[in-house]
């Protein structure tokens, strides 16, 4: 165990030899900087704001450990991302299949630009931009599984579904001579990348796990849902950053990122709530802003494509949409997805996706293409392809790496710990000394 800990130490200390050059200050825009360091910032306030949105769903006996989740995610993805996730990402590609590891532990990832992603930016700025991308994406994944799942397989899980699933895919994507970017796909800030891979990894993961004990039996209930909302404002607030900062300037682009984030955001809360209503009697706060989050995943891919009439379409749809498949699917397939990751993220996700396909216009973005609707049927079909490898690979990965690590840890809580809730069991606090 020494001689391990020892090489490891010697690994770390060779890694962290400077391997960076200062920055050339005329090719870097300060004003481009400061957008894209800010919304690197914004991105990382939703992972706390996932943890509220989240933390306010679960029963009070549960609240820490799923807030837990989204916390330690910042933390364990964090070194990841500088030590060997950013370059399987974004390095050098090797086969269009993923970067190599020509820039691990941030070797000759420095202050001078890179021109393959960003001109007019510290390459160093991108990276960590990137990195909360990656930070969001697992901590999505926590809400399928809430509630049931012990914290040592959890941590397993994530740094091999990070690096084995999410790295590679980021790559395929969004690197340069990644297969799926060569393809012709558009994915402005995420839909494959990050809402379809997460909610279909959660989807994966739930039904492995099971269903949590007493569902459909006893009260299952959120037991803070103020919470909740002030999550869903953190994580409105923050995916402008997700979305505006994907331009990677501080110009036109990034505004009308921006402006259909909002619209598509407020049109799919409108959607879920005024379809509750119907279909359900009431409207609730709940499916207000499950429907916002809904809108904002849906447009997560279009963001950079589209103009705010078709976010307005692409909002409505996903609002109704997701909350068909909460409210009905779910229920009639009987599936334990907790907090809906699939039901929002998945489907949300995949839906935009094929939006892009539609209402994409090079009119707002001349880097990318027409959609169906814009004269280019062939873009529907390169997005419907897009989303489908997307599906599988994050679907046959992730029901891989959950058999593997239940080889050496077991993944779901006993019996007892499920019903003391996992608070005290798996972290030894409780999130509140009385009852109120």
Known sequence: MRRFALLILMVLLLLSVPGVALADESA??????????????????????????????????????????SFIIICLVSVQWVILGYSLAFGPDHAGLFGDLSWLGLNGVGLEPNADYAATIPHQAFMVFQMMFAIITAALISGAFAERMR??????????????????????????????RSMGALDFAGGTVVHISSGVAGLVIALLLGRRIGLNSEPITPHNLPLSVLGAGLLWFGWFGFNGGSALSSG?????????????????????VFTEWIHHGKPTILGAISGCVAGLVAITPASGFVGPMSAVIIGLVAGALCYFTVSVVKSKLGYDDALDAFGIHGVGGTWGAIATGLFASKAINA??????????????????????????????????????????????????????????????????????
Do not use: C
Not at 34 to 59: C, D, I, K, N, Q
Not at 160 to 179: K, Q
């Open 367 to 436: 880097a990318g293409a027409d959609g169906l609707f814009f004269g280019n049927p062939e873009q529907l079909l390169i997005q419907v392809k897009a989303a489908l490898f997307s599906i599988i690979f994050a679907a046959v990965a992730t029901f891989i790496i959950v058999k593997l690590v239940n080889l050496f840890t077991p993944i779901r809580a006993t019996v007892t710990e499920e019903i003391t809730g996992l608070d005290l069991p798996m972290h030894g606090e409780r999130a509140y000394d009385s009852i109120f």
């Open 252 to 272: 036109g682009l990034a505004t009308s990122a921006f402006v259909v984030t909002n619209t598509a955001a407020a049109a799919a809360a409108l959607s879920w």
């Open 151 to 180: 914290f040592p397989a959890f941590l397993a899980i994530t740094l091999l579904w990070t690096t084995l699933v999410y790295d590679p895919l980021a790559h395929w994507v969004w690197g340069v001579g990644g297969w799926i």
């Open 28 to 69: 870097v825009s300060a004003g481009d900087t400061a957008w894209v360091l800010v919304s690197a910032a914004l991105v990382l306030l939703m992972t706390p704001g996932l943890a509220l949105f989240y933390g306010g769903m679960v029963r009070r006996k549960n609240v820490l450990s799923t807030i837990m989740h």
